[in-house]
């Protein structure tokens, strides 16, 4: 088996995450896709993620529908704890993709240029 250059986690149905599929299809770069609502992240590993985006702001899609929807009390975590439950509770926050290089290094989103870079 191929050694996946790239983990990527998304949601199946969600056009970034299969245009980034695409990408990675379309320049044979082997990559691993894992649906968060089916296989939802662990809390140590969403706040890793966080920690090496530079904050939970990095990590959080606000301009998502499911944010505007939220309750405002609900639209301000204080701590690690409370973003990992707002999470766990509403997965589609997570801005998406998430790549996980083969390093551990950790990025998110997809454009080409992007993507050009980081696969090179």
């Not at 056009?15 to 296989?39: E, G, M, P, Q, S």
């Not at 890793?48 to 975590?77: D, F, H, I, Y």
Request: proline share 8%; aromatic share 10%; glycine share 6%.
């Amino acid at each position: 088996m191929t050694q996946s250059a790239a983990t990527l986690y998304g949601l199946p149905n969600c056009d970034t995450c299969k245009k980034a599929r695409n990408w990675l299809a379309r320049f044979d770069i082997a990559h691993a896709f894992v649906d968060y609502r089916a296989n939802p992240v662990p809390p140590a590993t969403l706040k890793q993620w966080a920690q090496q985006l530079g904050g939970w702001e990095k990590l959080v899609n606000k301009s998502s529908t499911t944010w505007r929807t939220l309750l405002p009390q609900r639209k301000n975590p204080g701590s690690d704890p409370e973003w990992t439950l707002l999470l766990k509770e509403y997965p589609a926050l997570i801005r998406r993709p998430v790549v996980i290089q083969q390093d551990g290094a950790v990025s998110v989103g997809f454009t080409d240029n992007g993507f050009k870079k980081l696969f090179g």
